[in-house]
């Protein structure tokens, strides 16, 4: 079942460096060991956290109350060679830029532009891990995963991944755990067209070029470095979760309001939010944008515990001595409106009463408004960990349990939080269909889950 330890403090094997031990922690070095370890958590109704890289986890300071695999599994094996492409088979605990820095020097191209992000190899399919133009779902065939819910191995081709913009149907819920991913990578020596306008300018060539291999590593990391995402023990800012937050897409007509909403704040004259093409009628905007423009700019809260990156407003940074509640603080001192869990707060709808408890219990962290919808492992069924809350006279006051399709209005009505739960383990049917004709206030902001 690999190496098992007990009281392992867990902030040293995470990026942001805050919170307390794990219960146990298993190292899992093999594929068998992996699967041995959640196997046994599972059976034996443990909670189960699964440790990757660390570079998308915020520790509790309390720790964790049960099970950690982490996953170190090693292997980069080339499965078949042809004349324009080469297929590779890298295992899920595989340092994610020691990858990139392989291919690179085999030659092999379509993962370069991702060069320095940290990680594990198994996590990128996962939120389809992506930047500078390129994302890890133009070159997967394959994710090898173990099904928690059916106990068996599956293989996933690229198509079944339902890979979308930072999403996958991993992401979905805690089910499937990646033990292997198959790349189709290009032959050549040169890399995938050059896509970012900012590298492009950097390597001294059009948008659509190819430059060599290595040219495109080093420039990629070197714009990752200027904003502190090439990971560093001695620079602060890279003491992080990477970017917090995605680039909003939305339609055509919802950017136009987002610009009016702009020149409302800023002035007729002021500057106007990025715009770039996402697809048949939606565009996509800069979260970056956004933030530094509703005040919280580049070293917000410096000198810490807990502020934004020196570097760029997207990170939310550990100064040195920051916890997981100073990470929350600052959250709070931002201004957060609300907190949206979509799904899979709960393992599932069997949870022991003290896990719930002590779930609402941490979440008194933050003083709200928390929306909680339920999802794939804690479906709103007539009996379920909703139904117990609410008869158990638990809900907090600031807390909406969205557990039916509706409008929650939040932020004295200027947000508005279109949910979609699951009614069951898996639906058969579109439960987003009403959006489009929902009625919500004219200017409030509409996120849809």
Known sequence: M???EHGVELAPLTTMRVGGPADTLVTAETLDEVVAAVRAADEAGTPLLLLSGGSNLVIADDGFRGTVVRIATKGVRVESTHDEHVDVVVAAGEVWDDVVARAVAEGWSGIEALSGIPGLAGATPVQ??????QEVAQTITRVRVWDRDERRERTFTAQECAFTYRHSVFKETGRHVVLEVTFRLGRGGLSAPVAYADLARQLGVEQGERVPLAA???AVLAQRGIRGMVLDAADHDTW???SFFTNPILP???FDELVERA????GPQGPTPPVFPAGEGLVKTSAAWLIDKAGFGKGHAMPGPAALSTKHTLAVTNRGTATAADIAALARDEGCAAILVAGDAFDDNTIGDKDIVRTLDAMAGFPGPWVMLPGNHDAALPVSVWT???????VPVDLRIADTPDVTMLA????AVLAAPLTRRHEGQDVTGWFDRAETPAGAARVSR
Do not use: H
């Open 128 to 133: 389809n891990v992506g930047a500078y133009g």
């Open 388 to 394: 117990r809350i609410r008869a158990g006279g638990a």
């Open 240 to 242: 992080s979760c990477g």
């Open 2 to 4: 690999g190496a098992t």
């Open 252 to 254: 055509a007509e919802r």
């Open 412 to 415: 004295d009505g200027r947000l």
């Open 216 to 218: 495109a590593r080093e």
């Open 263 to 266: 020149a409302q704040r800023l």
